[in-house]
């Protein structure tokens, strides 16, 4: 089910307080808050876009070491010992903490 977001309507026609709920699509949009009674209007939200700057695919991307390296970052992985060591890059310690 999807989550519609709603806000109140003050009563100089402004919107105040917003607030999600789920509800099913063949459900009529509410008319007024849940809790309070006062009145709401659904509010338009932009959809989620996803492409080539996808949090997804950015999350692949920084996945991948070789990746990493290539833009000029620098990856630490936690060892054993406690400390964090350098495992793509040039730059910074070889080591850090511990």
Known sequence: ?????????NEDGSGGERFELVQPMSD??????PETSQPVRRVIQPFQITGAASLMRADR??????????LGFTKYVKSDD?????????????????
């Not at 089910?1 to 309507?9: D, G, H, L, R, S």
């Not at 009529?28 to 808050?33: E, N, R």
């Not at 920084?62 to 390296?69: G, M, S």
């Open 61 to 70: 991307a920084l996945a991948d070491d070789n990746k990493l390296e290539k």
């Open 1 to 9: 089910m999807p989550t519609y977001v709603y806000e109140v309507i």
């Open 28 to 33: 009529d949009p509410i008319t007024q808050h």
């Open 82 to 98: 406690g400390k964090y060591d350098r495992v793509v890059g040039k730059g910074g310690p070889e080591s850090i903490g511990g």
